[in-house]
């Protein structure tokens, strides 16, 4: 089993920074994609941010420019920085990671969510 544990969200004011967290422990044989999803109230869950083990990246349009991701592999941790945050980033943040198993195996896990809230 895989467990992902989040932390660092919380209330900004608008223009304002954040990061998030995620780590991965547990049954680990090798990370290929780690990523952070959000999901507004009453919406549905959409990708913020995607990155390789090699470091390449894919970012939502609504937040190009302003949140980076970034990973440490020692670590099994994937960062967010979140930059001039508008109160339409607030949402849980969800982080998911895809464990590779070998034979072409593979199966992604979601942290429990963290609350990310901008506003005044």
């Known amino acids: 089993q895989v467990q992902l544990v989040e932390s660092g969200g919380g209330l900004v004011q608008p223009g304002g920074s954040l990061r998030l967290s995620c780590a991965a422990s547990?049954?680990?044989?090798?990370?290929?994609?780690m990523g952070w999803y959000r999901q507004g109230p009453g919406a549905q869950r959409d990708l913020v941010a995607i990155?390789?083990?090699?470091?390449?990246?894919n970012y939502a349009d609504s937040v190009k420019g302003r949140f980076t991701i970034s990973r440490d592999n020692a670590k099994n941790t994937v960062y967010l920085q979140m930059n001039s945050l508008k109160p339409e980033d607030t949402a849980v943040y969800y982080c998911?990671?895809?464990?590779?198993?070998?034979?072409?195996?593979?199966?992604?896990?979601w942290g429990q969510g963290t609350q990310v809230t901008v506003s005044s």
């Open positions: 547990g049954n680990i044989e090798s990370i290929n994609l």
């Open positions: 990155i390789t083990t090699g470091g390449s990246t």
């Open positions: 998911n990671v895809q464990i590779l198993y070998g034979l072409g195996l593979s199966r992604n896990y």
